[in-house]
């Protein structure tokens, strides 16, 4: 039992990265599993040894289960965490003037509504650690973008 966990929490962990995407693929490969293993099962194939197809169909089975899990479960997640979404933070009005005044290039979070200067690594926020909401200021049209995030 400790073998079957530990293949398929990092299959469910692929398939539920992937979103409604990896769901769908998930469930066709397990429904293909599934007609073949059970094609095979009863004896359309003479002298088949019907234990490996069962376990084909067993495969199917769990392939859609996975598949309905991720598909159903990640939109229960995202819902789950757009209803514990905190409020975003009001403007500071001295990130504001800082991203005005910061010569490129610099890092502004919309998420924390922080300004910081200098080039990330990590390309990470270092106080929310979002990585799609930090963005690097460059040019002068990307500034009056930040600063626009930042109000």
């Not at 073998?3 to 992937?18: F, H, K, N, Y």
């Not at 073949?36 to 769990?62: C, K, N, Q, R």
């Amino acid at each position: 039992m400790n073998l079957l966990s530990e293949l398929l929490a990092p299959l469910l962990d692929v398939i539920a990265r992937t979103g409604k995407t990896g769901g769908a693929i998930s469930i066709v490969l397990g429904v293909g599993c599934f007609v073949a293993g059970l094609y095979l099962t009863f004896g359309l194939i003479e002298d088949a040894i019907w234990p490996i197809m069962l376990t084909v169909s067993a495969v199917g089975v769990v392939l859609i289960a996975l598949g309905l899990s991720a598909f159903f479960g990640t939109q229960a997640r995202l819902a789950s965490i757009l209803a514990d979404a905190e409020a975003m933070p009001e403007a500071d009005p001295a990130a504001i003037e800082r991203a005005r005044e910061l010569a490129p290039p610099f890092w502004v979070c919309s998420e924390c509504r922080i300004v910081e200067p200098g080039v990330s690594i990590t390309a990470r926020c270092t106080r929310c650690a979002h990585v799609a909401n930090f963005v690097q200021v460059e040019s002068e049209a990307e500034r009056a973008t930040a600063v626009a995030c930042l109000s």
